[in-house]
């Protein structure tokens, strides 16, 4: 019988995972947890004794959602219920330490759903050293054995976060050979040559953190060989589409700079052109008379343009001149209209103050936002229209 439950522990101890599933997780310093347990044991033969009482401490190692290896260290007290023939001259009769493999029945069988259920059954089997206490002078030649525990684990877990689980874990605790106990009395010895002691204790577990954040494994998201080559196909051509988008905004920005470079050139061109007159071949014509941007004052590169106009006044005493000043579109209306009459009105007192042309030959009009060019910058003009008169 002991041969044939020390076989099934060894076969605990080795039994692969069956069933896994890829989790997250399973780092050296993941799946650890700590607990404490108490309760009693008895003789299976013996009924009637005493009850002992054990406590004990563990430390677990989760490996997968179905195998974890437990270490644990265990005190029986005032007990009966082992080999200790002869009480110690202490509370504590026994220790034990042990190193258990456990099987998640639950995850072997029913596989893992991505987080602890809330009640699971764990089977374990262990292999581990008793020691024992004997008062001097006991006449017992061992004062240990090798022992094999083989049991269950009834375990609750608890809270959304399954950081703590409470456990009930009857198990059956063996000597791993069957030789008597050497004492002084043959039927005494007899009584305890048992090899079989069950113990009932309920404990108390935390689970530590693990790096995937959670206190169990969680399940990772696979993907097949094809799923893969899709989306590295999609990353590829989005990293060429991108890098595409980004040398035609760079082109377009270059273009734009260019262009730009190009108006400021026109504009400074404008602003510093000769005079320019329209000839009508009518008894009329027309002179321009170009301002900078937000300026009334003539410069001296358009003084010529309104000698111009003098000359002509002073060689034709019938002809007069119409002066009508505008204003490129920016700024307000409000704005653009004074400025455009205050255009009108400088070449009006240039002409008079200047040239002494009679303001009875010469007419000033205030007309806003000109549009009379396609380029608004080059509507910051005043336009004379010369009417000579009848010959």
């Excluded at 399973?26 to 004794?49: L, M, P, Q, R």
């Excluded at 455009?340 to 009679?358: C, F, H, M, P, W």
Aim: proline fraction near 3%; glycine fraction near 10%; charged fraction near 25%.
């Amino acid at each position: 019988m002991t041969k044939s439950l020390i076989l099934v522990a060894l076969c605990a101890c080795v039994l692969g995972a069956k069933a896994q599933t890829t989790v997250n997780g399973s780092k050296f310093f993941d799946n650890w947890s700590i607990g404490v347990d108490g309760g009693v044991s008895s003789n299976f033969h013996d009924w009637d004794k005493p009850n002992g009482g054990v406590v004990g401490l563990q430390i677990t190692k989760g490996i997968t959602p179905v195998v974890s290896f437990e270490f644990s260290g265990q005190l029986g007290f005032n007990d009966n219920a082992n080999w200790n023939v002869y009480h110690s001259a202490n509370v504590v009769d026994n220790f034990s330490v042990m190193g258990s493999t456990k099987i998640n029945l639950m995850n072997w069988f029913g596989g893992y759903k991505g987080q602890p259920r809330v009640f699971e059954i764990q089977a374990r089997g262990g292999f581990g050293y008793m020691g024992y206490f004997y008062p001097s002078g006991t006449p017992i030649g061992d004062n240990g054995d090798a022992i094999v525990k083989l049991g269950l684990d009834f375990d609750f877990n608890l809270g959304q976060k399954k950081a703590w689980t409470i456990s009930v874990r009857p198990v059956v605790v063996m000597k791993a050979n069957k030789e008597d106990l050497a004492c002084d009395n043959a039927s005494r010895c007899t009584a305890y040559s048992h090899n079989a002691v069950g113990q009932l204790t309920a404990g108390v577990a935390y689970h530590f953190k693990n790096s995937n954040g959670e206190h169990y494994y969680t399940k990772a998201v696979l993907r097949s060989q094809s799923e893969i080559d899709s989306l590295n196909s999609i990353i590829n051509a989005t990293r060429v589409r991108a890098e595409r988008e980004q040398a035609e905004a760079r082109h377009a920005l270059d273009e734009k700079d260019r262009q730009i470079e190009g108006l400021k050139k026109a504009l400074s061109d404008c602003e510093n052109r000769p005079v320019v007159e329209k000839v009508s071949t009518e008894k009329s014509m027309e002179c321009y008379v170009y301002f900078r941007q937000g300026k009334s004052t003539i410069d001296a590169s358009q003084q010529p343009n309104v000698e111009r106009i003098a000359t002509f006044l002073r060689n034709h005493k019938e002809a007069k001149v119409v002066v009508n000043g505008y204003a490129s579109p920016e700024g307000s209306v409000e704005i653009n209209e004074r400025l455009a009459q205050q255009r009108a009105d400088a070449v009006k007192t240039s002409l008079i103050n200047k040239y002494g042309i009679e303001s009875n030959r010469i007419e000033a009009n205030g007309k806003g936002v000109g549009d009379t060019f396609s380029e608004p910058d080059w509507n910051r003009v005043s336009i004379c229209t010369i009417e000579a008169g009848d010959k």
